[in-house]
């Protein structure tokens, strides 16, 4: 496992979620457009991708076409910066939305299967480049603007539990497609599971009833820096009707199997494995860096789900295994040891048993935030399987054993949840 680790209707739709933000009666009656001409601006790493074609098709294969061809206009009807803060959240709570009920069969529209989670990021990535290129006659905040778009259209606003009696209340994350300059058609059976659990309500193993709700994080270090972790799981750990009774992150990990982490460790060690924006974290196995802005903590934190209780129960399609792997500076030593057993006192994190990548690192984050705000609540890591089966032909997006693989994941994600989410 170690050397796995080191390896390691669309417009009917808007017409029916979007009815104030496309214009209002006023705007359209002026006759005048908001907007210069669109600008010619350099798009970030990300976005760039969308220059292949595949990308666009996976949109509008989704039926989530309009969401990015009438976002401009739509731009175009705001007349201050409080009107395009409404607008931004608006479109992308529509477009979290809509993929929510498309990922749970509840919104046909395209020949993808519904759990597909590639439509919303290049859909989400889509949007945020007809941003950049937007021109208003007024002043904004174009990254504050992005950043309201990319919470909304992640799950982190308008996502609250349903407050009833007796129901236990489970929070989760997924990720973004990743790996995306080896292979652009790839998936993530994380963000997958996030999108057809949402708002489910579910059978515990016994027998209780429970509610999820789920966020889609970025596969981006200056989003971690931003806070978009400690954000997204504050509102589910402080007292009160949003709070959650357990909480997991959940990211791709290794073939085959999946895998609860017993530790996360506080540093970022991934280099030179960039991120999705080609951005490095600048820590190395050697040369292990603590994140921009985490709060203090200890150097690992250990998982506090029913680890027992999980791989004794569910095993089937996928082995689901406890990883007690870590990698350590010893105290006095000044060279990475790896363990099977956990850390050793006084020692430094360089790799929690996810590695040291933004996987390892949500795990931490969110959980030194449960040990601060709620420190009685089950929470940790799962690791789902790697992804597999897309068709040979580059050109084709999608297959049959792709689909059974991603919908097997998803299923088991939610097996999982099921017996760890039992009140004990």
Request: aromatic residues 6%; proline residues 9%; neutral net charge.
């Amino acid at each position: 496992m170690m050397l796995l680790r080191r390896a390691a209707s669309a417009a009917a739709l808007l017409v029916t979620v979007l009815p104030v933000v496309v214009a209002s009666p006023a705007h359209a009656a002026d006759g005048e457009s908001a907007c210069r001409p669109p600008a010619s601006v350099p798009l970030d790493a990300e976005q760039a991708r969308l220059a292949d074609a595949r990308t666009t098709a996976l949109v509008d294969r989704a039926g989530f076409g309009d969401f990015v061809r009438r976002f401009p206009a739509a731009l175009c009807t705001t007349r201050s910066p409080a009107e395009a803060e409404r607008l931004l959240d608006a479109w992308g709570q529509a477009l979290w939305q809509a993929s929510v009920r498309r990922a749970q069969g509840q919104r046909p529209g395209g020949d993808l299967a519904p759990g597909d989670d590639r439509p919303l990021y290049w859909a989400r990535l889509g949007m945020t480049a007809e941003l950049a290129r937007w021109q208003p006659k007024f002043t904004v905040d174009r990254a504050a603007l992005r950043a309201r778009f990319e919470d909304a259209s992640r799950g982190l606003t308008d996502n609250a539990f349903r407050t009833a009696p007796g129901v236990r209340r489970i929070f989760i994350s997924g990720f973004d497609p990743f790996g995306l300059d080896a292979e652009i058609r790839r998936a993530n059976p994380s963000g997958s599971a996030a999108l057809q659990l949402n708002g489910r309500r579910v059978t515990l193993a016994d027998g209780s009833p429970a509610e999820i709700r789920a966020v889609v994080l970025p596969v981006r270090y200056a989003d971690f820096d931003a806070g978009i972790v400690e954000r997204a799981f504050a509102p589910h750990l402080a007292a009160g009707p949003a709070s959650a009774d357990i909480i997991t992150t959940v990211s791709q990990g290794y073939p085959g199997i999946f895998t609860l982490e017993d530790w996360a460790g506080r540093a970022r060690s991934a280099d030179p494995y960039p991120d999705n924006a080609r951005a490095l974290s600048g820590g190395t196995r050697e040369r292990p860096v603590t994140a921009p802005g985490l709060g203090p903590g200890p150097e690992f934190i250990r998982t506090t789900l029913p680890a027992d209780a999980v791989t004794a129960a569910v095993q089937t399609p996928y082995p689901v295994l406890l990883n007690t792997e870590v990698t350590e500076i010893p105290a006095g030593g000044t060279v990475p040891v790896d363990r099977t057993d956990g850390p050793t006192p006084g020692s430094r994190a360089v790799a929690g048993g996810g590695g040291g990548y933004l996987s390892n690192e949500v795990a931490y984050r969110s959980n030194r935030l449960r040990a601060e705000l709620a420190p009685h609540l089950p929470g940790g890591h799962l690791h789902t399987p790697v992804l597999t089966g897309l068709p040979a032909d580059p050109q084709l997006l999608t297959g049959p054993e792709f689909e059974r693989n991603e919908s097997a994941i998803g299923a088991e994600v939610r097996a999982v949840l099921e017996h760890a989410a039992v009140r004990r």
